[in-house]
C-alpha cells in the first residue's frame, strides 16, 4: 500500500472522486419484490491504494424476473462519509449495476446505495459498502498536547493517593455455575469516584495462580454484567459499568438515569479538560485494575482490558496508563482522532465538539478533548493490542479507528469487519476471544520459560 499524506482542508477533497456509472440488464416482477441490495468490491479484501480505482457491484437479491419497468437505485459516494459528497441515479438492468471511485489520500471510500419506493418495489432499501484505501497511511489530524502526559500523571497521582475501600457482596449463581465464585463489587476511591462491578473467578483458585481480565461497557447506562464466561476461561474477571451505578436493579431504574442525571452524557460541550465526563470514566477503570491486581489470585504477569465502542476507548486508554496491562483489546474504539474535522476528515464518537455554520470547532472544546483522544493514548502503549474495525461505521468511522491503530507503536492486530456497521460481528467476536486465549498461552509460555 502506497503512503500517502494526510487529507488536507475540505476544499482540497473536491478532487478526490473519479466517478463511472456501468450499466447492465434488469427486469422487476411485481409479485417477486426484492428482498435487499449487496454491495460488493471487486477485491474479497477491500484494500486498495491512492489513485486507484475501486469498483462496487450492487445486486439485487433476488435476482427479478423479466418485467418491462425499470427499477431506479440512488447512490452516494464520498470519503467515509464525509463533504463533498459525489451523488447519481443508475437504472439497475439484469439485477445488477456497477460504481466505481477513487481516493486521492489514504482513508475508506464510502458508497451508499438507496432503491426508492417505487413501481415494483414496495419499501425502501438502504444499504453500504467501504474500501479501505491505503489505510496504514493514515496519520493523525493533530500532534498530542504537549502537556498530555503530565495531565494524566497528575490524574493518577491524585487517584492513588489514598487507600481504596473495597466492598465484595457474595453473590448466589445458579447451579449450573457452581464451579464459580461471584461478588458484587463497590468501592470508593479519592476523588469520589465509585467504581461498581462484577468479580468472578474459579472456586478454590490457589493464590498467584489466574490471569486477570477487566471487560467494560460501550456508551448508556446500565448495570455490570455477571463475568462467569471470562472466568471460565481460568482467569479472574471483572465487569465495571461504565457510570459507578448499582447493579442488578429493575430495568426502569437504568432507564431513569438515563433520562435524567446521564441524559445525553458523553454530549456536552465542555470547556476545560477537567470537566470532561470521560475523566471521571477512565479513573474508574484504572481503580478497577488496581482493585483487580490486588486480588491474591492474581498471577502477577497477565492484565486483559476488553471493551467495544466506548469501552474500547477504554481499554486503550487503562493501557497506555498502566503498564501492568499485557494486552488491550478494543472493538470498533470510540474515541479516535477527536480533531478530525480540523481537516475535512472523518471524526470519532461522541462527536461532542460544537460546529459552527462555517464547519469551524470550538476551540476550547477541542482542545479539551484532545486530552481524551486514542490516537494520542495509543503511542503511550506497551502492551500487545488487538481492534476490530467495520468498513460501514458511521459512528465510529473506520478513518478514525486505524488512525489511532497506525499510532500504536507494539505488536498489534487488527481484524476488518468489512459488511459491518457500528458493532462486532460473531466472526469479529471469535477473533478477539481467539487472540485474549493466544495471549494467555503466550503468557503462560514465557512465564514456564523463565522459571
Known amino acids: 500500500m502506497s503512503p500517502s499524506s494526510s487529507f488536507q482542508k475540505t476544499a482540497r477533497i473536491v478532487g478526490l472522486f473519479c466517478l463511472t456509472a456501468l450499466f447492465s440488464s434488469l427486469s422487476l416482477a411485481a409479485e417477486d419484490p426484492p428482498q435487499g441490495l449487496i454491495i460488493q468490491t471487486d477485491r474479497i479484501d477491500a484494500v486498495y491504494s491512492v489513485n486507484e480505482r475501486v469498483t462496487f457491484k450492487i445486486t439485487l437479491k433476488p435476482t427479478p424476473k423479466e418485467h418491462d419497468s425499470e427499477v431506479l437505485v440512488n447512490w452516494t459516494l464520498s470519503a467515509d462519509g464525509q463533504a463533498p459528497k459525489k451523488s447519481g441515479q443508475v437504472t439497475l438492468k439484469g439485477g445488477v449495476a456497477e460504481i466505481t471511485g477513487q481516493l486521492a489520500t489514504p482513508g475508506f471510500l464510502r458508497l451508499e446505495a438507496v432503491l426508492p419506493k417505487q413501481e415494483g418495489v414496495p419499501e425502501r432499501i438502504r444499504t453500504f459498502a467501504g474500501a479501505a484505501v491505503s489505510p496504514f497511511a493514515i496519520k493523525p489530524s493533530q500532534a498530542a498536547p504537549d502537556d498530555f502526559d503530565r495531565y494524566w500523571a497528575q490524574q493518577m497521582s491524585e487517584l492513588r493517593s489514598a487507600p481504596f475501600e473495597v466492598k465484595l457482596t457474595p453473590v448466589e449463581l445458579p447451579a449450573e455455575k457452581s464451579d464459580f465464585v461471584l461478588f458484587d463489587l463497590q468501592a470508593e476511591v479519592p476523588g469520589g469516584i465509585i467504581v461498581s462491578g462484577y468479580l468472578s473467578y474459579p472456586k478454590g483458585a490457589a493464590p498467584g495462580s489466574l490471569p486477570a481480565f477487566l471487560s467494560v461497557h460501550g456508551a448508556g447506562v446500565r448495570s455490570?454484567?455477571?463475568?462467569?464466561?471470562?472466568?471460565?476461561?481460568?482467569?479472574?474477571?471483572?465487569?465495571?459499568?461504565?457510570?459507578?451505578?448499582?447493579?442488578?436493579?429493575?430495568?426502569?431504574?437504568?432507564?431513569?438515569?438515563?433520562?435524567?442525571?446521564?441524559?445525553?452524557?458523553?454530549?456536552?460541550?465542555?470547556?476545560?479538560?477537567?470537566?470532561?465526563?470521560?475523566?471521571?470514566?477512565?479513573?474508574?477503570?484504572?481503580?478497577?485494575?488496581?482493585?483487580?491486581?490486588?486480588?491474591?489470585?492474581?498471577?502477577?504477569?497477565?492484565?486483559?482490558?476488553?471493551?467495544?465502542?466506548?469501552?474500547?476507548?477504554?481499554?486503550?486508554?487503562?493501557?497506555?496508563?498502566?503498564?501492568?496491562?499485557?494486552?488491550?483489546?478494543?472493538?470498533?474504539?470510540?474515541?479516535?482522532?477527536?480533531?478530525?474535522?480540523?481537516?475535512?476528515?472523518?471524526?470519532?464518537?461522541?462527536?461532542?465538539?460544537?460546529?459552527?455554520?462555517?464547519?469551524?470547532?470550538?476551540?476550547?472544546?477541542?482542545?479539551?478533548?484532545?486530552?481524551?483522544?486514542?490516537?494520542?493514548?495509543?503511542?503511550?502503549?506497551?502492551?500487545?493490542?488487538?481492534?476490530?474495525?467495520?468498513?460501514?461505521?458511521?459512528?465510529?468511522?473506520?478513518?478514525?479507528?486505524?488512525?489511532?491503530?497506525?499510532?500504536?507503536?507494539?505488536?498489534?492486530?487488527?481484524?476488518?469487519?468489512?459488511?459491518?456497521?457500528?458493532?462486532?460481528?460473531?466472526?469479529?467476536?471469535?477473533?478477539?476471544?481467539?487472540?485474549?486465549?493466544?495471549?494467555?498461552?503466550?503468557?503462560?509460555?514465557?512465564n514456564c520459560n523463565a522459571e
Open 224 to 446: 455490570s454484567i455477571i463475568p462467569t464466561s471470562w472466568a471460565s476461561e481460568g482467569m479472574i474477571a471483572l465487569d465495571i459499568n461504565a457510570h459507578g451505578i448499582p447493579n442488578g436493579k429493575p430495568s426502569a431504574f437504568y432507564k431513569a438515569l438515563a433520562d435524567g442525571e446521564l441524559k445525553n452524557y458523553p454530549r456536552k460541550a465542555w470547556k476545560t479538560r477537567e470537566e470532561v465526563y470521560f475523566l471521571t470514566m477512565f479513573l474508574r477503570v484504572l481503580a478497577a485494575l488496581d482493585i483487580l491486581t490486588d486480588r491474591p489470585e492474581w498471577d502477577g504477569q497477565t492484565l486483559i482490558t476488553r471493551g467495544t465502542s466506548q469501552g474500547g476507548a477504554q481499554s486503550l486508554a487503562a493501557a497506555a496508563l498502566d503498564s501492568r496491562v499485557t494486552l488491550a483489546v478494543a472493538g470498533v474504539s470510540a474515541m479516535c482522532d477527536l480533531s478530525g474535522m480540523t481537516i475535512g476528515r472523518a471524526t470519532g464518537w461522541p462527536r461532542s465538539v460544537p460546529i459552527d455554520s462555517e464547519g469551524h470547532p470550538d476551540a476550547e472544546a477541542l482542545q479539551a478533548m484532545r486530552y481524551y483522544d486514542m490516537v494520542n493514548f495509543a503511542s503511550r502503549i506497551e502492551a500487545d493490542v488487538v481492534m476490530t474495525v467495520g468498513f460501514i461505521d458511521a459512528t465510529c468511522p473506520p478513518t478514525t479507528v486505524y488512525t489511532a491503530y497506525n499510532n500504536l507503536n507494539t505488536p498489534k492486530r487488527i481484524f476488518n469487519d468489512l459488511p459491518t456497521a457500528h458493532k462486532n460481528s460473531p466472526e469479529a467476536h471469535a477473533f478477539m476471544k481467539k487472540e485474549i486465549r493466544e495471549h494467555i498461552q503466550k503468557q503462560s509460555t514465557q
